[in-house]
């Protein structure tokens, strides 16, 4: 049904984004009809998501980071863009899975925030939801870098944050999921 909308829709000669003016590609690709030749629509926001992994290790809290393979290089929180057809529960699912080799239970999934500043992913606009998961020891040793990460490390947090992170977002991704887990935390032992 979606692809005959598509056919005998109007399209536009032009992107309606006055901030960027995409010509009209054909959109053959996707369910777009602008864009840079990938595929990928710059008229609205692209939806992903982003997951901060905690793990307690010698009574110390550390995040599970990725050094991308792919520009924007660098370390990241584990994430990817959602596929057409998918919530963003089994994105991110698929995402940590297909990016550190390990399961994450629906039940072991937080959702904490969304992140949609326009200029947050330079490649194009996009929203980011935040998911936070902790996962034991057993999990964690289990890791292995696949897909689109080079590496996957544990990082003590203060460590993680003294990095330069991939995007400028994570570093506030991962300040954010902490204290959402400290909150949770404080509500349940009262």
């Known amino acids: 049904m979606l ?3 598509h056919r ?11 901030r960027l003016r995409a010509r009209y590609l054909g959109g053959a690709k996707g369910s777009c009809w602008c864009g840079d030749g990938d595929g990928y629509c710059l008229c609205t926001p692209s939806l992903s998501v982003d997951i901060v992994i905690v793990v307690k290790k010698e009574d110390k809290e550390h995040v599970l980071l990725v050094e991308r393979r792919f520009p924007p290089q660098g370390w990241a929180v584990i994430g990817g863009y959602v596929d057409v057809g998918e919530s963003v529960e089994n994105a991110v699912q698929r995402e940590t899975l297909e990016e550190v080799g390990i399961e994450i239970p629906l039940e072991n999934l937080s959702q904490v925030h969304v992140f949609s500043d326009p200029l947050r992913d330079f490649r194009r606009p996009s929203a980011a939801v935040l998911f936070v998961a902790q996962v034991d020891s057993e999990t964690i040793d289990k890791v292995t870098a696949g897909d689109d990460a080079n590496a996957a490390r544990l990082f003590p947090v203060d460590d993680a944050l003294a990095k330069t992170l991939a995007f400028g977002d994570h570093f506030v991704m991962i300040q954010t999921a902490l204290s959402y887990l400290d909150e949770r935390s404080t509500r349940e032992t009262k």
């Not at 005998?8 to 006055?18: G, H, T």
Request: hydrophobic share 30%; with cysteine.
């Open 3 to 5: 692809r005959k909308w």
């Open 8 to 18: 005998v829709s109007w399209i536009p000669k032009r992107c309606p984004s006055p």
